[in-house]
């Protein structure tokens, strides 16, 4: 009944740009914290960016002044604009919220399916 759906993650070149989306769809009554994490084999999930309901950003401290996260609240909708990539960005990007839904009214956690970020040579 809520799901999150991530879009925009491709092949980019070192030094490239890419953007993120992650929309909530489905029967979405409220939608506060939305942050992006990544993941790539071996490691932990790590949280690269978040953003409240109100605005207050905040990111890990490797893509601080190259990655911008930025909210729609009217879509449902977060962004991660990526620039100055390299090789250590490379990772699988997954959008987590917490989201009240419009059928039962409680707040549940959410994680989309994740969206690949892959560096080309």
């Known amino acids: 009944q809520v799901q999150l759906v991530e879009s925009g993650g491709g092949l980019v070149q070192p030094g490239g740009s890419l953007k993120l989306s992650c929309a909530a769809q489905?029967?979405?009554?409220?939608?506060?914290?939305m942050r992006w994490y990544r993941q790539t084999p071996g490691k932990s999930r790590e949280l690269v960016a978040g953003?409240?309901?109100?605005?207050?950003?905040n990111y890990t401290d490797s893509v601080k002044g190259r990655f911008t996260i930025s909210r729609d609240n009217a879509k449902n909708t977060i962004y991660l604009q990526m620039t100055r990539v390299t090789p250590e960005d490379a990772a699988i990007y997954h959008c987590?919220?917490?989201?009240?839904?419009?059928?039962?009214?409680?707040?549940?956690?959410?994680w989309g399916q994740g969206t690949q970020v892959i560096l080309s040579s």
């Open positions: 987590y919220s917490l989201i009240r839904s419009s059928v039962t009214y409680t707040i549940a956690h959410y």
């Open positions: 953003i409240s309901n109100s605005g207050y950003t």
């Open positions: 489905g029967r979405v009554a409220d939608v506060y914290d």
